[in-house]
């Protein structure tokens, strides 16, 4: 989302982001569902749990971690 932005600068500042027709309806429609926007930064807390622990766990080590083997 948001790989295509053209940044429109004034006085050196940027002024305006112009983005991609389907990329905004997108946006609009992400953020006016409340569920879809739970959703989606669910998703980026995800992402950037992932990213900062390279760590990754076998189903048999989380199993054995809540004692359930």
Sequence with gaps: MLEHVQII???GQAKFAVIDFEEYQ????????PEKLADY?????LQAVKQASSKRYTLVEVKQACDFI
Excluded: F, G, V
Excluded at 26 to 33: H, N, R
């Design 26 to 33: 997108s946006i609009k429609a992400l953020l006016s569902e």
């Design 41 to 45: 930064l669910d998703y980026l807390q």
């Design 9 to 11: 600068e004034a006085h």
